[in-house]
């Protein structure tokens, strides 16, 4: 059974950074697998922020972000992190780590394609 654990939302003023974790258990980083970060805000659509592959260096950012979040691992830990620097208002967001054990030929950015989910952590970016 994947499970899969948000931690480090806060509240946030504009400018801060912040960084999020999941820690993932019932699956391991050297398998196939998929594990991204989605935010939600209030009133819209899930939208995909980062993600990588398990078992390979691929990695996936939005590309309104890239230059501000970066994600990454520690495979000892089972552990996925992102980093979000420069916070912003419209930041804010509920963000929920996703994974999926299927094989992608490339990270999809459709939260359909993600069977497992988070219960998300909230970030609150003020101005």
């Known amino acids: 059974q994947v499970q899969l654990v948000e931690s480090g939302g806060g509240l946030v003023q504009a400018g801060a950074s912040l960084r999020l974790s999941c820690a993932a258990s019932?699956?391991?980083?050297?398998?196939?697998?998929?594990l991204v970060w989605f935010r939600q805000a209030p009133g819209k659509e899930r939208e995909f922020v980062a993600g990588f592959r398990g078992r390979s260096s691929d990695t996936r950012y939005a590309d309104s972000l890239k230059d501000r979040f970066a994600i990454s691992r520690d495979n000892a830990e089972n552990t996925v992190y992102l980093q979000m620097n420069s916070l912003k208002p419209e930041d804010t967001a509920v963000y929920y780590c996703?994974?999926?054990?299927?094989?992608?030929?490339?990270?999809?950015?459709?939260?359909?394609?993600?069977?497992?989910w988070g219960r998300g952590t909230q970030v609150t970016v003020s101005s």
């Open positions: 996703a994974a999926s054990r299927l094989t992608m030929p490339t990270i999809s950015t459709s939260p359909i394609s993600y069977s497992y």
């Open positions: 019932g699956l391991t980083f050297a398998s196939w697998f998929t």
